[in-house]
């Protein structure tokens, strides 16, 4: 498929991540405006509710573009997923006569603030990247103990906290917590030492479910995918993770990226799943190409500084796909809603540069990288912004998440200040 | 603290569980109408909604109880929990001239439907039964390793999943689930055949916080308790916990009792926690009695059968108070919401019969309990109905929770069948 042409000329560059191919639905506001819900076209937003008011658009009822958020859109179901698509697709294409119509409802994205795209309904937090988990485990448990023994037969996963999740720009607080060392004789309650960051996609359910799906139907449900990344106090998680896992090492913030960019989009970009080295059981089992190739990569930039690309690795790497994961997380029953986000688990690829992780790049401090100014990094230093960025590579275009950001601010003198 | 009584006369007797001292906070429905806001009163419902239209309840907006939840009120805090309680009080007691102003807006409770009495924000479960974490410990991990090392310094919890709450009288549905015991080769995909429940109380957050709550200010916000049962496919437990806590096995459903019991009926019952074998950090340290002397039972029904009573054990038993969990819980800066919803984790006694689970009361199915007609049980069997129950006794009078019941359906023949 070749790069699709648009009337918004920013839109049909090789490498712009916003390409008529794409259409990313994200909520935006520009200056003494409410947020609401827009899609991305090269440099430009549209504005989907007031498309939407005008007329333009009609898919779903009156009120579904309303609220600040994709939820109740992405509750209509697949069908009118398809349907918005096509009309956003045939109105912004080159020389459709709805330009006139549509040209007032553009807004100068870099003039826009971006807001959470969705209400998250819950967050479960997978765990399906081998070379993160073999390396976390040789960490925490030793190389004989490193994957699970469960790892290979089910995408392991925890739930996690919806609360906490948060909009790319959003400045993240280094938390205290219950910590723990190793040659410690007892705990102390103190700012984090090993403040980490996890590279994730995030995948988000559209269409609710009140039973086991099968890989195919839980592919079916899901409406897109965004960056994020899940922010890991260490030293916290260390000492409480077991025996019933992360549970505050993962409760201060988790980052999404602002654009969902739909499985539509993306769907030029599946790929098979890694070569299975035992069988899946049956409702596991791979029902098709439900990965995907997509580039990613980490930069850190200390306060003032310089970016340092720390990691590049590819979603290809990931063991079990998003439907895989939302098939397991309703066998036993569990009803899923719109908006529920599944995060993939950190991706990293089976070179050291590959690693999606601080804690693995740096070998949990045994080896710190060195940034391109000449400073070391073990961990996330006060001041320090991390920036996730990924993007599909099509024959002439690009299908790009745009930023998922965060800088670190330090820990309250006290928490209880307040 | 004597018997207040009341102008409803059913709700004058020692024993009886919703006296004007109690006033719990439910939604029900009666034949044909919504289901709406209420308050029991001996064996009747007053209808908050209709009492507010009417204006003779006033606390908060115009649309306060307009949801059939307890969200919004709860929203409003404390001054308006309060108020609400006093005028309650006030109004449904004995020689109280508001007597024919509100009798037209009583129903039976026996003619009523309950339904949930909130929106469900995020669900966590703690595991703060000291009995309960030793006996597990011990069967999952051995006598050496039973409590784990963090145990006696913090409030061990993972997040659970909010879609999969219920309210009793919710039928529950075996599930199936990937299992692999101890002598298998590998895992298979089949109904779970340990399925267990957990008798625990349930906090509601009233209040929601955004950073760190020290311990007196996390038991503020908590609006009130309910019974909750936390049902557990324990071979699905055992195959996935590690090392990211349960996911799949606590994720069929979990039922909690229809009547929130308010932090300020359940006052005069606080009591102290249990002697601290090593003592909490500052920010984790008891800040006056905090836990609750109510007594609790367990009873399972045969599908036509007669109920036998298989525990009976105290809330005084739990380690931790509800506002340490709290606090625990918002300790890394995760922002708490109203309707989050925060078990408290088995109570289980000291004595045998004290046990809070059927994995404890047959120790792992090595040793099979004895119901009144004969019939022994290991796990539950289908058509096995679990009810909770729960007491607070006064001088003269008792605050109860209602029931807390569900009853095992047979596993699907494929879950995938629809």
Redesign the interface.
């Known amino acids: 498929m070749p790069l699709k042409l648009s009337w918004v000329a920013s839109a049909n560059g090789a490498d712009h991540p916003f390409p008529l191919n794409n259409l990313p639905y994200g909520v935006f506001s520009t200056a003494g405006t409410d947020p609401r819900c827009g899609v991305a076209i090269g440099d430009m937003i549209l504005d989907v509710r007031a498309a939407h008011a005008a007329g333009l658009i009609t898919v779903g009822g009156t009120r579904v573009f309303d609220p600040p958020s994709w939820n109740a859109f992405m509750a209509l179901g697949q069908d009118a997923w398809a349907d918005l698509r096509d009309r956003l697709t045939a109105m912004l294409a080159q020389g459709s006569d709805a330009q006139a119509a549509l040209e007032p409802h553009l807004v100068a994205a870099n003039a826009a603030q971006m807001h959470m795209p969705i209400e998250v ?2 967050f479960t937090d997978f ?1 399906a990247g081998r070379h993160h988990a073999t390396n976390v ?1 040789t960490m ?2 030793g190389a004989d103990n490193a994957l ?1 023994p ?1 790892w290979l ?2 995408p ?9 999740v948060v909009v790319s720009g959003t400045d993240i ?1 280094r ?4 910590i ?1 060392g190793p040659g410690d004789d ?4 103190a700012p ?1 030492q090993r403040f980490d960051m996890e590279l994730e996609l995030g995948a988000i359910v559209g269409t609710p479910s009140d ?2 799906l ?1 890989v195919q139907d839980a592919f079916d449900n899901i409406f897109g995918y965004v960056l994020l990344n899940d922010w890991s ?1 260490r030293d ?1 998680q260390a ?11 993962k ?3 988790t980052t999404i990226s602002p654009w969902i960019v739909t499985a539509a989009a993306l769907a030029p970009f599946r790929c098979d799943a890694p070569v299975r080295e ?1 069988p899946l ?3 596991l089992r791979d029902a098709g190409p439900m990965g995907y190739d997509i580039d990613l990569a980490v930069t850190l930039t200390p306060n003032g500084g310089a970016p340092t690309t720390i990691a590049r690795t590819n979603a290809n790497a990931l063991y079990y796909s998003a439907a895989q994961q939302l098939a ?2 309703t ?7 719109t908006g ?1 986000l599944l995060g993939s688990g950190t991706i990293s690829g089976a070179e050291p540069h590959q690693r999606g992780s601080l804690l693995e790049l740096a070998w949990g401090g045994q080896d710190p990288f060195q940034l391109t100014d000449g400073q070391t990094r073990s961990f996330i230093e006060d001041g320090d912004t991390l920036a996730l960025s990924g993007h599909a590579r099509g024959d002439g275009f690009t299908v790009g998440f745009g930023a998922c950001v965060g800088t670190l601010l330090p820990a309250l003198a006290t ?2 200040a ?1």
């Open positions: 309904a819950e765990y485990g925490f448990r699970p469960n037969h089910m392991i996963g925890y739930n996690g906290r919806a609360s906490s607080r938390p205290w917590g219950q723990k007892t705990p102390r309650f984090s039973g086991p099968s106090a916290i000492w409480e993770y077991q025996p019933l896992g992360p549970f505050q090492a409760a201060t913030a035992v059981l049956d409702h397991h997380h066998a036993a029953g569990c009803p899923m809603r529920d928490p209880y307040r």
